[in-house]
């Protein structure tokens, strides 16, 4: 007889099977036979006990032990990484602006009427509902990729142009082995169909947004995957379809992007590429004549061949009679944003250069030299230095489950790369090089009369790549009434430029409307 030895958790879970004696006679089993047998057994029993399981206290006191060494850092540790300059910027139901020294804070609805504050939330929560609508992309389904799946399928970079077909390519089923393979996928806002020849009992669904394959040959099934047709069906300028494809219990989710491609708009800088055919000065005047003639004169010192756009709406507008000079006349008093807005509409160039009109020209303000800038970067627009100062802010976005926080910090945040002299940033002083183009995308609101600046950073954000260079800049003029030729003149000047209250409480009432913000606050 042999006594076959098993492993001990073997034994606990088939006692049965622990030992195995084999009789050499069929009809009984002899004395000899017993004893051996219960050999076997105390044996087994005593290898169970020195081998046994580990007790249930074991058990807990090893868990515990894994418990006790899966834990987080403390707050204090790890707040730091999701704060950038002192601003926790991760999304939350609550955002606030924490009062600090040298810090203003604006609590937005401070400055709405209260009798109107209930309706006003309703329609900015309304409008907003639509905003999203139509920006899907804003708010993108989660898709998490789960472990081990034997499908395999594109992650990214699927589009198609409305309307239009494509082969959805890298879908794949490996590495199962089943007596009948059966796929399935799923589509909402296109259909499916698959470019190989066979039968409908293989491949059901064709032309629907459910497409089932049956077959038990895994070489066929793959051969029709590699063939899978996708339709957009739905014309929208951009979508995401979030396709499922299952396999028995392994499912996966792929997006299916519906892009509508957009015609390239090109500025023709000319064979020689000169600066004059590249940039347009633009400027907005108001009553101050005599500042706009000094700007003018510097600018004809360096660049005498290009144009120059000025938006004026003053109350008696006098003649500018320069040569590559456009001069526009608008309604009295309409306002700094709506003048900007109407230069930069009429400039052809790639470039518009924007200058305030008691600006002065130097041998440093080398406009060359910004255009370098954006010719050798993605940026959309850098500004330089008035007096030796960039004035460039960065703008930190706190999203909040009902509206949001903006926090103006001044400073900027990296060195911009291959331009030692230049920094990435949010915003810049009122002396920039921008892309007409993307400038016209952002637009300047003209709503916002007075003072405004800032404001055009704030409608940009997320869609503006702005840069700030301290070695390019430009003069201001002296700011003296006594040499003015007309003090009176300043005198109503500063009337229209300075932010009254009523201003201020209408600039932050429309902030709080249109750009959903809860609290501003400024350092």
């Avoid at 393979?181 to 296109?190: D, E, W």
């Avoid at 000025?310 to 001069?327: L, M, Q, Y």
């Avoid at 030796?388 to 990296?414: A, I, M, P, R, V």
């Avoid at 840069?467 to 006594?482: A, L, T, Y």
């Amino acid at each position: 007889m042999a006594c076959e030895w098993l492993s001990p958790y073997s034994w606990a879970s088939y006692p049965a099977r622990a030992f195995s004696c084999k009789w050499l006679r069929r009809s009984y089993c002899s004395m000899r036979n017993v004893s051996i047998l219960v050999l076997c057994i105390i044996s087994t029993f005593l290898g169970s006990m020195y081998f046994k399981k580990p007790t249930e206290n074991q058990t807990k006191g090893k868990i515990s032990e894994a418990q006790s060494a899966m834990k987080l850092l403390s707050p204090e540790n790890y707040k730091s990484l999701f704060t950038y300059n002192g601003i926790w910027l991760v999304p939350k139901n609550q955002c606030t602006c924490a009062s600090a020294k040298h810090v203003e804070i604006y609590q937005m609805e401070d400055y709405v009427d209260k009798k109107d504050i209930a309706s006003l939330r309703a329609r900015r929560q309304r409008e907003f509902e639509h905003y999203q609508k139509r920006y899907p992309s804003m708010t993108p389904d989660l898709v998490i990729a789960k472990a081990n799946l034997p499908l395999s399928f594109p992650i990214q970079g699927v589009e198609v142009m409305p309307l239009c077909t494509i082969v959805i390519p890298g879908l794949r089923v490996q590495g199962l082995e089943e007596e009948k393979y059966k796929v399935i996928l799923q589509a909402s806002l296109g259909t499916l169909n698959t470019l190989a020849d066979v039968s409908e009992d293989t491949v059901d669904g064709r032309g629907q947004k459910e497409l089932t394959i049956s077959t038990s040959d895994l070489e066929l099934l793959n051969f029709i995957l590699d063939h899978i047709t996708y339709t957009s069906a739905v014309y929208q300028l951009h979508a995401v379809d979030l396709m499922t494809f299952r396999s028995r219990q392994h499912v996966a989710r792929f997006p299916v992007i519906t892009r509508q491609p957009s015609l390239p708009k090109l500025f023709d800088p000319g064979a020689d590429r000169k600066i004059s055919s590249l940039v347009t000065i633009t400027t907005k005047t108001f009553l101050r004549y005599h500042k706009l003639r000094r700007l003018i004169a510097s600018i004809r010192q360096y660049y005498p061949d290009i144009k120059i756009i000025v938006a004026d709406d003053s109350r008696d507008p006098e003649k500018i009679e320069e040569a590559n000079v456009e001069h526009y006349i608008m309604p009295f008093g309409k306002g700094w944003f709506a003048g900007r807005n109407l230069a930069i509409s009429q400039v052809t160039t790639k470039y518009y250069l924007w200058v305030d009109d008691d600006y002065l020209f130097t041998e440093n303000t080398r406009i060359d030299k910004l255009v370098d800038v954006l010719e050798g970067t993605n940026l959309d627009m850098v500004g330089g230095s008035v007096g030796g100062n960039t004035f460039s802010f960065q703008l930190l976005y706190e999203q909040g489950g009902d509206s949001g926080c903006l926090h103006l910090k001044y400073g900027s945040f990296h060195e911009l790369a291959g331009f030692p002299h230049c920094m990435v940033t949010n915003g810049v002083v009122n002396f920039f090089l921008a892309h007409t183009d993307k400038s016209r995308q952002v637009g300047y609101d003209p709503a916002l009369q007075r003072v405004a600046h800032s404001e055009f950073f704030m409608d940009g954000l997320g869609i503006l790549l702005v840069g700030s260079c301290s070695d390019v800049s430009i003069g201001h003029q002296e700011r003296n009434p006594s040499s003015d030729p007309d003090p009176k003149v300043e005198n109503e000047y500063r009337k229209f430029r300075a932010n009254t209250p009523a201003q201020v409480q209408f600039k932050l009432a429309l902030h709080y409307f249109k750009n959903r913000l809860k609290c501003y606050s400024k350092r």
